[in-house]
Nanobody, 124 residues
């Protein structure tokens, strides 16, 4: 079982940048997929980005390409989400999740473990 702990959320202004971190503990394998999702009040949880532990290939929601970047540090068992040029509509709770193998998917219910989430609020 993988345990995930997110950090780095907070209150920022529109146009600012922010980096979120997700520290993983427990068993991790090279075929694991690490992902970020977000959920705004009253909305469904939506896919943000994903990356495999074993490759540098990353995946993004189309609307966020170019502003958000996912990366990982295998030595630290940590995945990051760099968010640039933040907008008020990026306000949400951001969650880290892991999928234990298989293809990268955007459906949140197919991920196996979740962190507790970190709130990001973007003021205009």
């Amino acid at each position: 079982q993988v345990q995930l702990v997110e950090s780095g959320g907070g209150l920022v202004q529109a146009g600012d940048s922010r980096r979120l971190s997700c520290a993983a503990s427990g068993r991790t394998f090279s075929n694991y997929i690490m992902a970020w999702f977000r959920q705004a009040p009253g909305k469904e949880r939506e896919f943000v980005a994903a990356i495999r532990w074993s490759t540098t290939t990353d995946y993004y929601a189309d609307a966020l390409k170019g502003r958000f970047t996912i990366s990982r540090d295998n030595a630290k068992n940590t995945v990051y989400l760099q968010m640039n040029n933040l907008k008020p509509e990026d306000t949400a709770v951001y969650y880290c999740a892991v999928k234990t193998g298989g293809p990268v998917v955007t459906a949140h219910h197919l991920y196996d473990s979740w962190g507790q989430g970190t709130q990001v609020t973007v003021s205009s």
